[in-house]
Each structure stands twice: as C-alpha cells, then as structure tokens.
C-alpha cells in the first residue's frame, strides 16, 4: 500500500465515523505557543482545544500532521526508524468518545483497513502506579479482550512507558499503544513490546487523557476527557511495504536512488555510505519542509535547527563524493514526491531552490578549510593520547567555519574524541554578550499570561466589535486585580468586556489604547491582551470602584488607533513592493505596526542597496498616490488560499479567515484595522535598513504626519547646512563647491605622504645592514596605519633588492603597529616572516600572522615596541645564519 493511499484509508475511515478532516498545521507553531520551536508532535496545533482555552471546530477530528523533531538527530542515518521530519496520522476526540470507541476502531482499522494479520498485533496497556495511585488500566483490559486480543498479548507497562503527560503538571492520562510482531527472525521468544528491541514495532498510540496533574502529585478527573491517537506515516508505510526501514518506502526509496544516481554509490554497501545516504535523503526532505513554510537558515532558534540540518547533510555528501551544486537536485525532488499532498511546497519552489543553494554555496567555501582544520585537530588529540579537544577549537569551528556546534560534537564522537560543552558556551555567552552590549530581559511575563488566561476562562468570550466602531456601550463581564508581575501596572485591574471595540495585540499590530467611562468616572485603558478569539483589558488605578456587571462606555483613542491603521496598510504595501523589486522568495519575518512607525522583517539574505530603497519607497507611494481601494471579507481558508492571499508564518489561522485586499496590489490573511483607501496614508518614508538576524533584513518606516514631520526636519537641517556652506538659497550648489576644494586639499595631502614615505624609505634604506648575505632594515617608522606602514615597506624591500628582510614598527597613542617583509629570495634561505612576528607581536601585547614573505600584527603597548623590533631583528640574523 502506498503512502497516499494509507492517508487516504486513514483519513475516510475516520470521516465515516463523523470526524472532520482538518488540514496539516505549519511546522512553525502558532506565535502563541513559545514552548517550542516547531511542531514536534501530532497534538501540537490542538493543545489550546485540550486545555480548554479555544473551542474545536467539530468535537471529533482526523488529520495528517507535519512534524518535525531533532531530539534524536544523531540516531538519523544509524537505525532504521529515525527521522527529523516525519507525519502523524491522528484521530481526536474533544469530550466525545472515549476508550469504548476509540479502541475497536483501532483494531478495525489495522485488521481491515490496512489488513495487518490480527495474530501478529500485540497491544501495551497502563500496569498501574502506586505514586500516582493508579492501578492497572481495565477499562482498556477489557475493551481490548471484546475486540479478540487474548491476554497473552496484552503487555502491561509502567508510567515511564504507557502513560502520557504534556508536562510535570497538566493533562495526562493512561495510553495504550499498537506493535506488530515482525516474527523469530527479528528476536528472541522471549521478546515483548517495550523491551526497545527490533521484533516488536510500535504503529499507534492511544491517549486517554483522563486527569488533570498537580504540582503535588494528585490527580483531578478533567471536566472533559479527550482522546489523542498518533500513528507515524513512514513507519505504517514500511510495515504495510515489507521493507526493513522507512528509507526504503516510496516517500523516501526516490531520494536515495537519486544519491546513488549522482554518486555512482550503492545504498546496500553498508556502513558509511549508507548512513551518508539515509542522512542527505532525511535532511534534504526536512530542509524543504521548513523552508515552505517560512523558515530561513540563520544562527538562531529554527533558523539554526535548518542550518544545522542542510550543514550536515553538506557534509555527508562528502562522504559520498559528491560535487556542488547538488543539495538542490534532492529538494526538487522531494517537491515531486510529496507536492501534491503539500502544495505549500509547490508554491514555494523557488524560494526553497533559492535558500538551498545560497546555504550550499556559502557553506561550501568554508567546509573544505574547516574539515582540514577539524582533522588536524583529530590528530594532534590521538597524537597527545587525549580523548577531547579544547573548547575554543571548537568555538573557532563555529565562528569562523560555520561549523555548527553540533555537527562538530558529533563528527568528534564518530572519532571518539568529546569537547568541553561548559567551555564551549562561555564562549558564546561571551559572544552574545559583546553582540547585546549589556541589555537585558524582563521576567514575569509567564506568571501573567497564566494569570490573564485563568481569568478570562470564567467568563464567556468578549464579542470584538473594532472593526466597525471606536465607541460601545458594553458590560462588564469580570473585574480582577492584575498580579503584581513587572509588565502588570501597580494598582492596575483586569477587565472582561462582553463586546469590546478594543483591539487586542495580535499579527504584529499594538493593542489599542483609550478609556473606559461610567457614572462621571472613566479609566485608562493600558493594555488589550489576546487570548485567540478571546480578549482581557488591563486598565490603570482608579479612584472609583469598577462596577462589576454593569454597563460602561469603551471608547478608543480615535487618533492613535487611525495612525495604527495607516501603518498597517503601509505596511502590506511595503511587502508587495519588497516581493515586487527583489522576488517572490521575501516572505515577512515579523513586523511591529504601531502608531508611530512600522517595522517589518523580512526574509532575503542581502543588504539593500540605494536604488533598491528608492524603488520600494517610491513603489509604495505610487500605490498611495493612486488611491487604491481597500477591502476585507471573511471567508472560509480554502477559498482565500485558492485566491492567492498570502498567509504569515507563525499565525494560527481557523478555517473562517479574514483577508484584506488593497485593489491590484496584495492580498493577505490579516485581523488587523486598515484604511479603506490607500490616499488616507498620506506619505510613506523609509527611515532605515539593516539586518535583523542571518537571513532576514528588517525596514523601519513613517507614514502620514510622522513622514511629514520627518522631511520637515530635513528641510530645516538641510537649511542649516545651507547657512553652514554659504549658500542659503542652493545648498546642494554650496556642497558641490565644497567637495571640490576638499577633493583638491586631498591631492595634496596625498602628494605630499607619497613624498614624506618616499624621504622615510630613502633613510631606512642607508640604515640597512648585511647578516650573511641579506640585507636587513629593523626600526621604527613615524606611522600607526598598517596600511601606510605596510607600503612604507614594500618601498624599502623594494629599493634595497635581492635577498632582504624588512621589519618596521609605528606607535601612536596605545596603538602598536608591526610589518614584517622577505622577498624570494630571502625565503629560500629559511627567513620567515610569520616567524618573526609570532615572536615580537606578544611583546607588545597583541597577535598577528601572514605568510613567510609578508606578516603583520597589532598591539596595545607602545613601550615596549624597541624591545619587540629587537627580537624582531635578533630572529631575522639567527634565521639569515
């Protein structure tokens, strides 16, 4: 069976049974789930419909799930099992059915549906456990026994195997799990499920969560008891295929035939090769997976876990011989296998071929240079008989090689050698420290957000009404006192509202602000926290008691939620024109849109440069200037996405979305406010650019009277300058006419160093001396540059001709200068320059290197520079003996 056609029977038996198929949630989750960087299990994307914070959209749902996990990476490539990306098959009950239903339909499914010999499955159940004070699971005993399981193979396990928790408090409950005995060939008789031996392979876990941990150990029956099923695509596919790894199934078998086309290698010789093969098929797979859905290679957070993975795969093709560019042929085709289950990968074709081989060519030119160093490394550890190497190896691997930490542990292992992890990371943190130039990060946030989501659940959620006015008469839902937490204001309350024209922090835009009013009294309204589809107001002190469920009037700050606004459109604008000049690979990274400016992040892996800039910011005052119209509806996803509206990575989208389309320009999934013409922005202005982390560039902007303001204080500025140059009426004239007097005052200063290091080469060549037949010039030189210090030596070399050593050193301030030259000839006598140096640059305190006939170096402490010129001389006669 193939792998579409076991989605197909999976995902139609459960809609039969009254489930709604719900599509595969991104790999990067929901912005309001920071617990993790990508979607590591089937359950992720529905933990709020578990933890009763969102409503599901049916009580009972089937799905086929992307994940992606890296726990286990180094095992990628030795079992035959292992995977970074994978998918979930999953089957979900919301307070639904339980234990009774969920069970048979697991053996209907695996006996008829999938036709697995009923003889061969054995199942595992919850044994009991006396801390949790639980005994065996015999609800599931016995649903198990009606289905046709005998006892013999009913295997009960412990909490450490067949009982599921989220977390150390939290939802939980016992879990039954599926193996098929794959028969004597695999293991011993003896052999059972969960001795984490090969006979048994585990297909399908069943969740039954039950109760609710606290942090004392006890256990609460849940008001709503859900089941979580999760059976893995590649693993089902290998059972149903017969073949004896997931690698060998038709979601894989094409990618290692393509590295045996293109290698010229078999995937059976074992060993290295193979290993090599499972890697690059595996990692080239996830690559594009992560990319699609909005990921960019960087040094941080997911971004590193894609570099880390198209790295390592890199240096597996190594192994097998293989030459660049070919990382992007395994891309391509993992788009052919897996394309018409994922269009997103189809639709980002481009973009994924563009960052793989971006990734490809700027790895490429370091790998060869940090292999070596690596292996050097290896050697000299076995040479001295130790079994690590120093932390700052490693970290030079990292910094200068982009060797990422991980992949130079794991070669390291592979040679039995470890490294310093504690070391490692002081060096880093010493790195980050440097980079953040002492900031700092506020706490507290966690104990609020808990605080706001307990509070908001009491009541049922606020109606958001923003959308179509800034004022409402509205009740009070729920008073609370705010924890005393550093983002929570002091004397602050909570407040629930039944309809609220407040708009929540949410999709980069910045919560609106305003008041609450009642009985000749009113309040600041400071914050409006999000919740999904649900919203809390914290407001600040008052003097007068908040009346509880009573009638208030909520109005907005008309003026700074309209300049919100603007740069919101701004900032849609901003993205099309970006997508426009530079292509459709710029996706948005992250964005604030407040009512001041707009920042907006996004993925490309350059500077812009002038004309870019001024194309983009003059784009999107075309758009202003032709006063496009813009318009929002609400319709189901599948719709929005067949008309192209672009979503944003990170965001959770529910199957009704919200699309805003600026007429003939963009459309996006958006729940923000914007204009309803593009004219009401007024003026837009690019206040900056710059790099936001590797791969994604990050824009600062002003639109409106903020841009106004902006080229107001350029003009008086420019004003001034005018003053300054002496030319009121024509600036830009007086600076021309000054340019050209500075151009001409430099001619001369140039003319006139060339002059001065013309004298200085002439008297440092009359001191030369002879040692053995070179010549020699060691001394001080009225220059710090190195650059004029260095062609101060070329000239000296230069004049004095044939076999000749030159060393000078200059000194300013605490700044130490050093350039050693030997010519050719000099060489072949033995005289090194980047020997000298090594000697004289630590008298100085400072380092430095080069080659034998050039070397230079910096140091701190001028006082000692005749002491460093004499070893430098001492070294250049003991060489020249």
């Not at 596919?237 to 078999?266: F, H, K, M, N």
């Not at 079994?387 to 982009?402: K, V």
């Not at 009404?465 to 509205?474: D, N, P």
Request: net charge negative; charged share 30%; hydrophobic share 40%.
């Amino acid at each position: 069976m193939k792998a579409a056609e076991i989605r197909q029977t999976y995902l139609s038996f459960f809609e039969q049974r009254g489930h709604k198929i719900v599509p595969s949630a991104s790999l990067v989750p929901a912005a309001h789930d920071p617990s993790v960087l990508l979607t590591t299990a089937g359950m992720q994307p529905f933990k709020p419909y578990f933890l009763g914070r969102e409503k599901p959209p049916a009580p009972r749902l089937a799905d086929v799930q992307k994940c992606f996990r890296t726990t286990d990476i180094e095992e990628v490539g030795n079992t035959a099992r292992h995977l970074t990306f994978f998918e979930m098959l999953g089957n979900w009950s919301f307070g639904d059915y339980f234990k009774e239903e969920s069970i048979p339909w697991g053996w209907e499914l695996s006996t008829e549906g999938f036709g697995m010999d009923p003889e061969r499955i054995w199942v595992t159940v919850f044994g009991g456990d006396e801390e949790l004070g639980l005994g065996p699971d015999e609800e599931a005993i016995e649903v198990w026994r009606g289905v046709g399981v005998p006892d013999e193979r009913i295997v009960h396990l412990g909490r450490e195997d067949n009982f599921w928790q989220g977390g150390p408090i939290g939802p939980c409950g016992p879990c039954s799990e599926l193996y098929l005995d794959r028969g004597p060939e695999f293991g011993g008789e003896d052999d059972r499920p969960g001795d984490d031996t090969d006979r048994f392979l585990e297909f399908w876990n069943h969740v039954f969560m039950t109760y609710d941990l606290g942090a004392d150990g006890s256990l609460t029956p849940l008001p709503m008891r859900n089941i979580d099923t999760g059976m893995g695509l590649d693993r089902m596919a290998a059972i149903l295929q017969d073949v004896p790894s997931v690698y060998e199934t038709d979601l894989i078998r094409p990618l290692i035939e393509l590295a045996e086309e293109i290698s010229g290698r078999s995937y059976d010789e074992g060993g290295a090769v193979t290993r090599a093969m499972r890697i690059v098929a595996d990692h080239s797979r996830g690559s594009a997976f992560l990319i699609a859905d909005g990921v960019v290679p960087s040094n941080e957070d997911r971004g590193y876990i894609l570099r880390r993975i198209m790295r390592r795969a890199i240096q597996q093709g190594r192994t097998l011989g293989l030459e660049a560019p070919w990382l992007g042929r395994f891309a391509e085709r993992a788009i052919e296998i897996m394309g018409e289950t994922y269009p997103e990968l189809v639709a980002e074709r481009a973009t994924i071929a563009r960052w793989v081989g971006d990734e490809e060519e700027s790895f490429g030119r370091t790998l060869e240079r940090g292999s070596e160093l690596l292996e050097r490394l290896v050697a000299e550890a076995k040479e001295s008989g130790t079994s690590w190497i120093e932390a700052a190896d490693a970290f030079e691997l990292h910094d200068t090689y982009g060797f990422p930490y991980d992949l130079t542990k794991e070669l390291l292992a592979e040679q039995g050698l470890s490294v310093d992890d504690g070391g490692f990371e002081e060096l880093m943190e010493e790195q980050r420290q440097r980079s953040r130039g002492g900031s700092a990060t506020a706490h507290g946030s966690e104990d609020l957000h808990e605080r706001v989501a307990e509070f908001a659940m009491q009541t049922p959620p606020a109606r958001f009404v923003g959308y179509e006015m800034l004022r409402a008469t509205t009740g009070i839902a729920a008073v609370e006192t705010a924890l005393s937490v550093p983002e929570a204001s002091p004397g602050g309350k909570l407040i629930k509202l039944e309809e609220s024209p407040f708009y929540a922090e949410g999709g980069g835009q910045v919560a609106d602000s305003g008041v609450l009013r009642w009985d000749g009294s009113q309040v600041e309204v400071l914050n409006v926290i999000r919740l999904g589809e649900d919203q809390v107001i914290e407001v600040g002190a008052s003097e007068q008691e908040i009346p509880a469920s009573s009638a208030v009037e909520a109005i907005v700050d008309r003026e700074t939620r309209h300049a919100t606004m603007r740069n919101h459109t701004a900032t849609h604008l901003l993205h099309a024109a970006l997508r426009e000049r530079l292509g459709t690979h710029v996706r948005q990274a992250g964005s604030a849109v407040r009512p001041d400016k707009l920042r907006f992040d996004f993925t490309h892996g350059q500077g812009l440069g002038e004309g870019d800039l001024r194309a983009v910011e003059d784009r999107v005052n075309e758009w202003i200037k032709a006063s496009r119209p813009v318009r929002w509806i609400e319709m189901e996803r599948v719709e929005a996405e067949r008309l192209g509206a672009m979503a944003l990575f990170g965001e959770k989208y529910g199957e009704w979305v919200r699309v805003v389309e600026v007429d003939g320009v963009s459309r996006e999934l958006c729940g923000g406010t914007h204009v309803a013409n593009t004219a009401e922005i007024g003026i837009f202005k690019i206040a900056s650019e710059g790099s936001s982390a590797a791969n994604v560039r990050r824009i600062e902007a002003l639109s409106g009277p903020a841009a106004i303001d902006w080229f107001r204080e350029r003009e008086q500025r420019l004003d001034e300058v005018g003053e300054l140059l002496g030319s009121p009426q024509d600036p830009i004239a007086g600076a021309r006419r000054a340019a050209e007097r500075l151009a001409e005052a430099g001619k001369g200063a140039e003319q006139a160093q060339k002059q001065l290091l013309g004298e200085e080469a002439e008297r440092l060549v009359a001191e030369a001396v002879d040692a053995n037949g070179v010549k020699l010039v060691v001394s001080q030189a009225p220059l710090a540059d190195q650059k004029q210090l260095l062609e101060l030596a070329n000239r000296v070399q230069s004049k004095l001709g044939g076999a000749a050593a030159v060393a000078l050193g200059g000194a300013e301030g605490s700044k130490v200068a050093l350039v050693v030259l030997v010519s050719k000839d000099a060489v072949e006598r033995g005289l090194s320059a980047a020997t000298v140096v090594r000697e004289a640059a630590p008298i100085v305190g400072g380092g430095g290197g080069g080659r034998d006939d050039m070397a230079q170096a910096g140091g701190k402490d001028p006082e000692k520079l005749d002491e460093a010129l004499a070893v430098a001389r001492a070294a250049l006669e003991r060489a020249a003996d």
